[in-house]
């Protein structure tokens, strides 16, 4: 490997990523000819940079949190020929990275993408153009994170999810949903929640799809049909058996790709990532994307 670009967001981790930034850099040194550090000021800068050293580098690197890693999966997913993609973790709940067996410490983390050990993962696309690494989601979904705010993530970590979560549970506003797959019609009916995974960490847990797979072709789908403190219970307690979660509530199934609309028209968290609105078609493009992986689990 000749050539690593590491992307970073200084912001992330209360500024913990560019503290550490001149060991990271000379660690890499020690075992990388060449090695470019590029530090993003805003929004949009990280994706331009991508477009602009892509198919000229062997390793990108994304430095940062789940943002940060949206926004550079979106831009090297949409490449041609694709650089092998690393994430150092450093922002609060960094989903994807702890469904590749990422260490949440940086310096951990850095020493296992210096090992090198990749695997082929699926990238979710939506006819709307964007990529997701980890999830899409509408509903509940959608407003426990609207109502997270930045003082609180800061504050509270992981936590900040969960106890929005439950503020919400009681307020979720019930939609009409119509969902059919390359199988055929799968829903249509009320629901509190859809969500369209790809990785298994969502908010720093597994208790969506804890039994997820990255590299089979096809999303995990769950659709709560009605926010309940049974099914929210079912969850919790699937994230510590690591078996799925089991409600009348709750329908599971598994889709290469799936046909979504809701009445009245969704707004949709893509990673983290809103600002867009069913009616929407999701495809899993299968082993799109080569990742640098820590100690993954077994496949189940």
């Known amino acids: 490997m000749k050539r690593v670009e590491l992307i970073m967001n200084p912001a992330a981790g209360k500024g913990q990523l560019l503290d550490l930034l001149d060991t990271i850099t000379e660690r890499l040194q020690e ?19 991508v477009k602009e050293i892509g198919t000229d580098t062997d390793l990108i690197i994304a430095a940062g949190g789940d943002g940060t890693v949206h926004e550079l999966v979106n831009a090297v997913s949409a490449l ?3 650089p092998v993609f690393a994430i150092l973790p450093g922002g609060t709940c960094n989903d994807f990275s702890r469904a590749l067996g990422l260490s949440q410490e940086p310096l951990d983390a850095l020493d296992q993408i210096l090992a090198m050990r990749t695997k082929v993962v699926d990238v979710g696309c939506s006819s709307q153009g964007r990529y997701f690494l980890n999830f ?16 609180d993530k800061q504050r509270l970590g992981r936590l900040a999810y969960y106890f929005s979560a439950i503020q919400n549970l009681w307020e979720a506003r019930p939609f009409h949903l119509k969902v059919e797959t390359e199988e055929g019609p799968l829903f249509d009916g009320k629901a509190a929640m859809m969500v369209v995974g790809n990785g298994s960490f969502i908010g ?7 039994q997820s797979r990255l590299d089979d072709g096809h999303f995990d789908l769950l659709i ?3 926010a309940t403190l049974e099914g929210a219970w079912s969850m919790l307690v699937s994230n510590m058996t690591k078996e799925w979660p089991e409600s009348e509530n709750l329908l599971y199934s598994h889709a290469a ?19 867009e609105f069913t009616p929407v078609e999701l495809t899993a493009l299968r082993n799109h994307l080569t990742m640098v992986v820590g100690q993954m689990p077994p496949n189940p």
């Open 80 to 82: 041609e020929k694709r």
């Open 31 to 49: 075992h990388i000819e060449d090695v470019r550090v590029y530090q993003t000021t805003k929004p949009g800068d990280g994706a331009a940079r």
């Open 136 to 151: 899409w989601g509408i509903g509940l979904i959608t407003q426990v994170s609207l109502d997270i705010t930045s003082q």
């Open 224 to 226: 709560v049909k009605e």
């Open 257 to 275: 790709s799936v046909s979504i609309t809701a009445s009245p028209p969704q707004e949709i968290d893509c990673d983290g990532e809103k600002g």
């Open 204 to 210: 720093g847990v597994q208790g969506f799809f804890p």
